[in-house]
């Protein structure tokens, strides 16, 4: 233990001593408030959180409170919702993401998959579709190996 002394107070050169009142304040990432936000529990399309009808403009909010890896989602916090688009004019679906990697998904009401954007990497996706208005749709969020709190927002344009 002695021996470690020296190295200590090397380390601590420079170092605030006493207090650390003149350190950096904490930085707060966050997403603009959006017209919803992610609301648990929705980890399964059964218990999908239904958000109604929407139109270009929708924003959604969300937090992936636990994120997949090492080769399974068992832990992860999925994301399920539900919904109607405004119109049968194709729309996409823009998935911006912060400290993860996010990945979207969207499938029929019986939970049968249309279209996986997932991509490898923390860079935004996008999905560019067209779907019945008269139907209800499922979308899923899910993250791969990222923070525990992985924040993402969703775009309909
Ligand atoms: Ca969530
Ligand atoms: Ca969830």
Not at 46 to 55: M, R
């Amino acid at each position: 233990m002695v021996r470690l002394l020296p190295l200590i107070l090397v380390l601590c050169v420079g170092c605030p001593m006493g207090d650390d009142d003149d350190s950096a304040p904490g930085v707060v990432y966050e997403y603009p408030q959006g017209d919803a936000a992610d609301t648990e529990p929705n980890d399964s399309a059964a218990t999908a959180q239904a958000l109604g009808v929407l139109g270009s403009g929708y924003r959604l909010t969300g937090l992936a409170t636990a994120c997949g890896e090492n080769g399974t989602w068992d832990s992860a916090d999925v994301d399920w919702f539900s919904f109607s688009p405004a119109s049968a004019d194709p729309f996409t679906l823009r998935l911006e993401m912060w400290g993860g990697d996010l990945d979207l998904a969207v499938f029929d009401s019986a939970g049968d998959l249309l279209v996986d954007g997932a991509e490898s990497g923390v860079a935004d996706e996008e999905l560019s579709l067209a779907l019945d208005p008269m139907a209800t749709w499922l979308m899923r969020v899910r993250c791969w190996q990222g923070n525990p709190s992985s924040l993402w927002r969703l775009r309909l344009q």
